[in-house]
């Protein structure tokens, strides 16, 4: 059975493989951001953090110094558009690295902010994620993005080739010794299902999903849609956790339809106030990915895009 497959158009398929430390080298920039990430890419790859000082003056403002040479390096920063600073710190960042004179830059987002605010939904707003794309586009050789919200995020690209990989599968790997038997998705939408499919995939078991309405930003609706929970172990896997709205009416529903046990994982893990603890209460364990690091960050996206540098150099 293939490990890993991904049918969204704009995200690529990718094979995680077993063995890690790839010895092949590229100098990798961390952000504040992304300390933890940082340090898992650069095991998994063997190579390189640059050193950096990122502070702020007392006025706010950042500060950026690399002061690793870059000088015909392959170099890719990562760091993430949320919050608001981290815009300006990858800005600077970029700025800091270009004037190094390196070989290529590349930009890990691994968490791309403002990618919800995706297109107009309702009259005079503004488009979040594309005003962040006309900021970063044409700047970087590559950027490489986790489980982008929606495609049209990639399409406010024009300049800048974009590479969107899909997590569910390494959060499915997490709870590989858990016994699930079906994963499901809190969301009906394309790209949840997606998600859920391929997390079941890694697992070898079925998938179902929810019917959800967004009422507010902290309310949610779910139609009393049936899935065959009784008696099992479910993972429930989404994109976001920010208000832990829906994924708390995920697991009242399934309590409700009677599964046995209830499991949970999310790529990016924003947990707005009091999401963890309150989630926490109702599953038996739930976790993130390292795109927004917290104490549910249990598993790395570094296996993925350490794979896409290898595959790069090959
Ligand atoms: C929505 O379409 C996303 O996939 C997530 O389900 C959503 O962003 C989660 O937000 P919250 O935790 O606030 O319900």
């Known amino acids: 059975m293939p490990r890993l497959l991904s049918f969204a158009p704009d995200c690529r398929p990718i094979v995680i493989r077993k063995t890690i430390n790839y010895n092949f080298s590229v100098i990798i920039v961390g952000g504040s951001s ?3 990430l940082t340090a898992h890419l650069a095991a998994e790859t063997g190579s390189a953090v640059a050193s950096t000082e990122i502070r702020c003056f007392p006025d706010g403002e950042k500060y950026v110094r690399v002061l690793t040479p870059v000088v015909k390096q392959d170099v890719i920063i990562v760091s993430a558009t949320y919050p608001d600073s981290n815009i300006i710190e990858t800005l600077f960042l970029f700025d800091a690295v270009r004037r190094g004179r390196p070989n290529s830059v590349r930009l890990l987002i691994p968490y791309y902010g403002y990618q ?6 309702k009259e005079g707003e503004s488009i979040g994620a594309e005003v962040v794309a006309g900021i970063l586009d044409g700047k970087f050789d590559e950027i490489i993005t986790i489980d982008l919200h929606a495609e049209g995020v990639s399409n406010y690209f024009r300049k800048t080739k974009i590479r969107n990989f899909i997590a569910s599968p390494l959060i499915a790997r997490y709870y590989n010794k858990a016994g699930i038997d079906i994963v499901i998705s809190p969301d009906g939408g394309l790209r949840a299902v997606e998600y859920a499919k391929l997390a079941a995939h890694q697992l070898g078991c079925e998938y179902d999903y929810f ?8 309310n949610v609706k779910l139609y009393p849609k049936k899935v065959d929970v009784s008696k099992k172990s479910v993972l429930i896997v989404d994109d976001i956790i920010a208000t832990g709205g829906s994924m708390l009416a995920a697991m009242k529903r399934l309590s409700e339809l009677g599964a046995s046990a209830i499991y949970a994982g999310c790529t990016h893990g924003q947990f707005t106030n009091d999401a963890l603890p309150r ?4 599953a038996k364990e739930i976790i993130s990915t390292d795109t927004i690091e917290s104490e549910a960050s249990k598993v790395s996206v570094a296996a ?9 150099k090959r």
């Open 116 to 121: 919800r605010q995706d297109k107009l939904f």
């Open 279 to 282: 989630l926490k209460e109702h």
């Open 34 to 36: 992304s300390r933890a």
């Open 304 to 312: 993925i895009v350490s794979e896409h540098l290898f595959q790069l």
């Open 211 to 218: 019917l959800k309405e967004r009422i507010d930003a902290n």
